[in-house]
């Protein structure tokens, strides 16, 4: 049938994809790009505007010349990318610079003060969301300290998926979440005055675009870019989201009725939860992010850790930079971890604690710190690195439950998404450390999906979100959650309590060999 396939195009930090949908919510074809970034000495994270956009591009054009079939049927295009970072546009639309990342820590010393003064709080009244060294607000403030001329140039100041609906479109908009979570009043729904103010940031209200509802409201593909890919000329295109309300949108935090909460697990850690009611947004500490749901007078409230399973990714690495120094065969990841999942799952639990700040640029949520290290606490000779392994994934769980305590979430039932959702070991691991039971997705592309659901929406498809959760949510949960296992639960309720404590306590530790390290 005609305008019957929906695009949704998810710009990740290292690979973009791009997957087609039916009005069903079934997952058609899919492709993907890498994208490339930069790591600076001085702690920046940049990624080059065009470079992203040629990679989109491409990923769009692959998936239309590989499966031609998807174009006569394509009803729109939504997009959404990863969130936070600096992405700016002169009035031409040529990109001012490179896009600074939500990993790039220059701006951790402007953050630190304003958590320290009134800023902090002030402005986290109005934005419900912690300041850290991930948000827009600092790198800007760091710009305009350190590269003056580069903020002067800039007409417009994006966030990556907003970048590409430019590209798209040639509109300079941006989505209600990221608006409001960085210089917004949740409550008002739009930019605020005082908080641009507290900032020190009012001279650049005027750059910022216009904030676009997308379950709403569409653009339209331009003509130049629908050649190259392969369209039709004025396709909708929808601006989705941020990644992780598209992701735990389309994993399904969303459900009236029931108590449930999504995590993302994947290279970083999300979790979040609804708010049905302003008086239930948490407001007593520094740590969440607040955005508008898609559903009217309703919020979702995150807690975000800076590193989930890019912890096992440096364990893993480790490990193979031993074996080629001793000139053995490294071994591959798709080899690997399936094998070590199902060793892990026999393996002793709660030997050793491990805190999983293994980022470079420290710990963002529950707590902001961006001298914050990874550490395992409890080694000794009768532990061995399975061991070690199984508290990586202990570490990854025990954030996930410190994030719901921040976000005093209690949900009797957790969604969970992203590249950990395939290991069983860890979501009996999770399912145990929560107390509730952990329920997977069918499908793998959460993110692109609940993008396609939004653009399905704003095309009239459905009455309102809770309808369209029911087509392109509800057949894809895993029939069968994952139960807490009573023992792991019982050893880990203690050991929660000693993983808090010991990361309390390590501040001091951090400053020292902060000190330590730079005098090198």
């Known amino acids: 049938m005609p305008d019957d396939v929906i695009v949704g195009l998810d710009a990740g930090t290292s690979v973009i994809k791009a997957v087609a949908f039916d009005r069903q919510g079934r997952e058609l074809a899919k492709t993907q790009c890498e994208n490339r970034l930069e790591t600076c000495p001085d702690g920046g994270v940049e990624q080059s505007l065009p470079g992203t956009w040629e990679a989109a591009r491409t990923t769009l054009k692959n998936l239309f010349a590989e499966h031609p079939a998807l174009a006569p049927q394509l009803a729109a295009i939504a997009v959404t990318g990863q969130g936070d970072g600096t992405w700016m546009i002169d009035d031409q639309g040529r990109p001012v610079g490179d896009a600074l990342l939500w990993l790039d820590s220059r701006a951790s010393d402007i953050v630190s003060h304003w958590r320290a003064t009134r800023t902090g709080p002030e402005t986290y009244r109005r934005t419900g969301t912690g300041l850290n060294q991930s948000i827009q607000s600092g790198q800007l403030s760091w710009l305009d300290h350190h590269a003056p001329e580069r903020v002067a140039a800039a007409a417009t100041i994006f966030h990556c998926k907003d970048w ?9 908009a941006t989505d209600p979440a990221e608006a409001l979570w960085t210089y917004g ?14 900032f020190g940031l009012a001279k650049y209200r005027e750059r910022l675009p216009r904030i676009l509802d997308g379950s709403r409201e569409h653009g339209d593909l ?10 039709a000329e004025g396709t909708p295109v929808v601006l989705a989201p ?45 740590s969440c992010y607040t955005m508008p749901c898609v559903a009217p007078d309703t919020w979702v409230q995150l807690c975000s850790n800076m590193a989930a399973t890019l912890n096992l990714e440096w364990f893993v690495k480790g490990l193979n930079e031993m074996l080629k120094a001793l000139g053995e065969t490294p071994l591959t990841a798709e080899g690997l971890l399936p094998r ?88 009996t691991i999770l399912a ?30 459905h009455r309102d979100l809770a309808e369209a959760c029911q087509t392109w949510v509800t057949p894809f949960l895993a029939e069968e959650c994952v139960a807490p296992d009573p023992a792991l639960q019982n ?20 400053r020292h060999l902060e000190r330590v390290t730079a005098e090198r």
């Open 432 to 461: 145990s450390v929560m107390g509730v039971p952990v329920r997977t997705m069918t499908r793998g592309e959460t993110g692109a999906a609940g993008a396609a659901m939004v653009a399905s929406l704003c095309l009239g498809h």
């Open 340 to 427: 070590l999942d199902a060793a892990l799952a026999t393996i002793e639990p709660g030997r050793v604690i491990y805190h999983p700040f293994i980022c470079a640029n420290g710990e963002r949520g529950p707590f902001f710190n961006p001298r914050a290290r990874a550490q395992f606490l409890g080694l000794s000779t009768e532990v061995n690195h399975l061991h070690m392994a199984r508290a990586i994934y202990e570490g990854v769980a025990f954030a996930a439950r410190d994030c719901y305590h921040a976000l005093e979430a209690h949900p009797e039932e957790l969604r969970l998404t992203g590249g950990a959702a395939q290991s069983k070991t860890l979501c």
């Open 185 to 198: 009043d949740f409550r008002s729904g739009d930019y605020s005055d005082e908080v641009l103010e507290q």
């Open 491 to 510: 050893l880990y309720e203690r050991l929660f309590g000693v993983y808090r404590r010991s990361y309390t306590n390590s501040d001091g530790f951090w």
């Open 164 to 172: 590409l609906y430019f590209c798209l479109t040639g509109d300079r």
């Open 242 to 286: 941020v990644d992780m309300l598209a992701t735990a949108l389309g994993a399904g935090v969303y459900e009236p009725g029931k108590r449930v909460a999504c995590s993302i697990i994947g290279t970083t850690g999300a979790h979040l939860c609804v708010r049905e009611d302003p008086r239930d947004i948490v407001l007593s500490n520094q």
């Open 222 to 231: 331009g003509a130049e870019v629908a050649r190259e890919i392969g369209v």
